[in-house]
């Protein structure tokens, strides 16, 4: 969907928010992108859902690819899910949020849904028939997180995708396991951050000694990696110890880079299913446990991520893949033909698939350009008096100096994939 920035919800705003530290908050808060609750909790307003919606589709994309079959779990829990795995404990999990019910039952906010979905789905996988099975959601995670300073990098309620697969064998498991994590590399990679994004290792659980985070490297992120020359050898900083003697590698050759998890794979094995005592039944009619693997993504951390990696000191920089808008038009003047001019590029590029925020408001030139370029969006085109006698419009990337005269035409196209 398309729109003007006279009827956009949310205007820009000039002052850097006081209470925020994080650039990727202070910048979605000026730019209207977010609305602060308090500390840790975020509103996504249109522009800022628009680029959620992206990044939820991409991954959309990518893990129905993988047969992954998209629900949604409730946000209330059971006391009971969690108690059987011992994760009901504060002392366990240090970041419930816990509330009671009218008549005192107990219920939990959501902040994983591992043992929430298995217990659902031991109702439907009863036999090796019904194995493997794939499924995922976007959900609002509820954390009492002791700290939050890192804007949504590190929310109180933040999105996450979550999958869990289930299989008959760790063979299947495991080759499932990788599949995900090629999935997962793509889903980076057209977030456009791929190339600063590392799988790495880190603490597992009681299955496996190590867990697999995707780890992108970035001087807001929290955490601390350790990794090679040419970057083939990724460790995170809490298992640096173990992790380079698995790998056979001189720890003091490996040097720290600040960064930010943005994603996190586990094989369970069959450790929660016989915590929970969930089997199936196999082609011997044999009751045998039944092998899990969780995989998350950071779809707000991920967003955050993007911003602190690429915006300057004029605004946010979105790449194209998940920007809220690929091209902003800036009118300049309400001259009939500038207006008719306008209308008629922003209707070609809508036709064509292109989504657009045209700048109709009567505004200074200066005051367009520089919203313009704190809202992100990659392409700005100017029309005005001169463009139009010109016969072509002026183009210019978001991050680059140059201004380019263009014709309707060739603008059009250079969308239109
Ligand atoms: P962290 O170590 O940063 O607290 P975690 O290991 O507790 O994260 P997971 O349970 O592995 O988090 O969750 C999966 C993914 O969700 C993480 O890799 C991260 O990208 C994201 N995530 C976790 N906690 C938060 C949070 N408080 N705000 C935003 N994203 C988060
Ligand atoms: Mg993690």
Known sequence: MSMKVSQLFTKTSKTVPADETAKNAQLLIQAGFVYKVMAGVYSYLPLGLRVLENIKRIVREEM???????LIMSSLQRKETWEGTGRWDDEVVDVWFKTKLKDDTEVGLGWSHE???????????LSYKDLPSSVYQFQTKMRNELRAKSGIMRGREFVMKDMYSLHASQEDMDAYYDGVIEAYKRCYQRFGIGDSTFVTFASGGAFTKFSHEFQTI???GEDVLYVNEDRSVTVNEEVLEDASKELGVDKNSLVSVKSAEVGNIFKFGTEKSEQMGIYYTDSQGQQKPIYLASYGIGITRVMGVIVEKFADDKGLVWPENIAP???YIAQLGADEDVV???QELYNDLITNGVEVLWDDRDARPGEKFADADLYGIPYRVVVSKKTIASGSYELKHRTSDDVKMVSKEKLVNMFTT
């Open 64 to 70: 129905n690819a993988i047969n992954g079959q998209e």
């Open 325 to 327: 808008f690929t091209v």
């Open 218 to 220: 970035c001087d807001a």
């Open 115 to 125: 043992e929430a979905i298995l217990e659902m789905m031991q109702q439907f996988i």
């Open 340 to 342: 008719n001019a306008c």
